[in-house]
């Protein structure tokens, strides 16, 4: 049936479900993608493993970045509090707001010189080229999220397109079958008008000689769910059921069917609501009713 296809063109396969993962790493899914995937990793393992390595690459980022060296004016005073320990001198403290016996507790310490380690320059370069090849990693991260969007997109408009395409062909398939019923020869044609329940209802119902009959219904009310309208060959006071049928959201529905033979000529056509099965006797409301 349209509605399942309909069903299959918007199921996300697995391969959109690994394309999720990288996004989910960096916290970068809306709330709707993020609750989708959580239900596909409940039940995949291959996803689940993926999951944790793109979780482990993310982490090892922040582990990139070398700790900081102090800066030159504190490397400096740090000197020369050691240089004039070796020397036998008390060296003060720079600050102006330093209390005496802060400074008499700076003089008594036990400072050991020390050798300042020469600068490795092969350290500095690789810090830099890992934080590059980071940045670098961020970037592709970020470009293939963008792309997983706007292909999720693309796919998107594609179904939407798909999907307006089936409708139009159905459309036009029920024109066409509703153009050879009434030129047909010793076709008839009914209008149905609507009642106090669809007022700007309407329909016609056309049909051949051999009863076979196609109703063409607009402006009806949505159905509720689990019911449906269903058709009915009214002759005399004994009303015989026809098929069922449904609207889409304009509240437009067609359905075809064979018209018993005794409801050929005199025959009053109706439609009512009732449950989605159908029913051997009228039980809901009118909806829409032909002249006697």
Not at 4 to 29: F, I, N
Not at 117 to 123: F, M, Q, V
Not at 257 to 277: K, W, Y
Request: aromatic share 6%; with cysteine; charged share 20%.
């Amino acid at each position: 049936m349209v509605f399942d296809r309909l069903s299959k063109v918007d199921l996300m396969v697995h391969e959109e479900y690994k394309e999720m993962l990288s996004a989910h790493a960096l916290a970068a899914l809306g709330r709707q993608d993020e609750l989708a995937l959580k239900q596909h990793l409940s039940e995949c393992t291959a996803c689940r493993d993926e999951l944790n390595r793109w979780n482990q690459t993310t982490a090892a980022l922040t582990f990139v970045a070398e700790p900081a060296e102090p800066s030159p004016q504190v490397r400096a005073h740090i000197l020369e509090r050691i240089r004039a320990e070796a020397r036998g001198g008390q060296p003060l403290p720079r600050e102006t707001n330093v209390s005496p016996t802060e400074r008499r507790t700076i003089a008594g310490a036990n400072i050991l010189p020390f050798d300042q380690a020469p600068r490795n320059i092969w350290r500095s370069i690789g810090s830099l080229g890992a934080i590059a090849a980071a940045i670098v990693f961020a970037a592709l991260l970020v470009s293939l999220i963008v792309l997983w969007q706007q292909n999720r997109a693309i796919k998107n408009e594609l179904a939407r397109l798909s999907t307006e395409k089936q409708k139009t062909q159905e459309e036009l398939a029920v024109e066409r079958a509703a153009r050879e019923l009434i030129s047909a020869p010793g076709a008839r044609m009914a209008q149905l008008a609507g009642t106090k329940m669809a007022p700007g209802a309407h329909a016609m119902l056309a049909y051949d000689k051999t009863g076979h009959a196609m109703l063409m219904a607009k402006g009806l009310p949505v159905a509720p769910s689990g019911k449906a309208y269903q058709l009915w060959f009214i002759v005399g006071n004994k009303p015989m059921p026809g098929k069922v049928f449904t609207t889409d959201s304009s509240g437009n529905g067609t359905v075809q069917d064979q018209m018993p033979e005794v409801a050929r000529d005199s025959a009053v056509f109706a439609i009512t609501l009732e449950p989605a099965g159908g029913m051997p006797s009228p039980t809901g409301e009118i909806y829409l009713r032909s002249g006697s």
